[in-house]
T-cell receptor, first 109, second 113 residues
Framework: GENVEQHPSTLSVQEGDSAVIKCTYS??????FPWYKQELGKRPQLIID?????GEKKDQRIAVTLNKTAKHFSLHITETQPEDSAVYFC????????FGKGTSLLVTP | AAGVIQSPRHLIKEKRETATLKCYPI?????VYWYQQGPGQDPQFLIS???????DKGSIPDRFSAQQFSDYHSELNMSSLELGDSALYFC????????????FGSGTRLTVV
């Protein structure tokens, strides 16, 4: 089955800095790669996604890049704000989502 | 806009009891997925249904079963509950078998004591 690895597990940045989270996947059949933000006890919320026929996608301060050959994808958050602090999960799928272990992001003022 | 509705929001059960979790997908979404998320863990895929038939199976224990009904709502039945079953259970729905347009419900927090 699909195996998704996510790094780092924790990330602390100063407000205004950039944050980068990286994921690798094992199943070359995976064709959909979403990123979720989850606050404690809440549902995962989709922040950005990318499909396998696209290499990069941007939405305001958030961008995702995908390298299908290397089977890795990354989340980039620019101009971080304290409200960006949360756990971020990457996922890869053909049908059901296979999640990475999560990155706990802390943005300090 | 209508979202994925899960009930109950919280549930406390004793060991060896049974529990039933319900999920009502977004209208016109015919695919439902169940996930289990333990404390500090990532969501783990349990099972999914497409057009009322089981479509994919993940790490669902034999003590659990699920089905999707004619109105597309789904129920997760959990028997012989164990302390380790304490977790957040999320349901998600999508329009078709595939993860585009995937929406999560608010979850059911199950506590087994």
């Amino acid at each position: 089955g699909e195996n998704v690895e996510q790094h780092p597990s924790t990330l602390s940045v100063q407000e205004g800095d950039s944050a980068v989270i990286k994921c690798t996947y094992s199943d070359s059949a995976s064709n959909y790669f979403p990123w979720y933000k989850q606050e404690l006890g809440k549902r995962p919320q989709l922040i950005i996604d990318i499909r396998s026929n696209v290499g990069e996608k941007k939405d305001q301060r958030i961008a995702v890049t995908l390298n299908k050959t290397a089977k890795h994808f990354s989340l980039h958050i620019t101009e971080t704000q304290p409200e960006d602090s949360a756990v971020y999960f990457c996922a890869a799928s053909t049908y059901a989502l296979n999640f990475g272990k999560g990155t706990s992001l802390l943005v300090t003022p | 806009a209508a979202g994925v509705i899960q009930s109950p929001r919280h549930l406390i059960k004793e060991k060896r009891e049974t529990a039933t979790l319900k999920c009502y997908p977004i209208p016109r979404h015919d695919t439902v997925y169940w996930y289990q998320q333990g404390p500090g863990q990532d969501p783990q895929f349990l099972i999914s249904f497409y057009e009322k038939m089981q479509s994919d199976k993940g790490s669902i224990p034999d003590r659990f079963s699920a089905q999707q009904f004619s109105d597309y709502h789904s129920e997760l039945n959990m028997s012989s509950l164990e302390l380790g079953d304490s977790a957040l259970y999320f349901c998600a729905s999508s329009p078709g078998r595939g993860s585009y347009g995937y929406t999560f419900g608010s979850g059911t927090r199950l506590t087994v004591v």
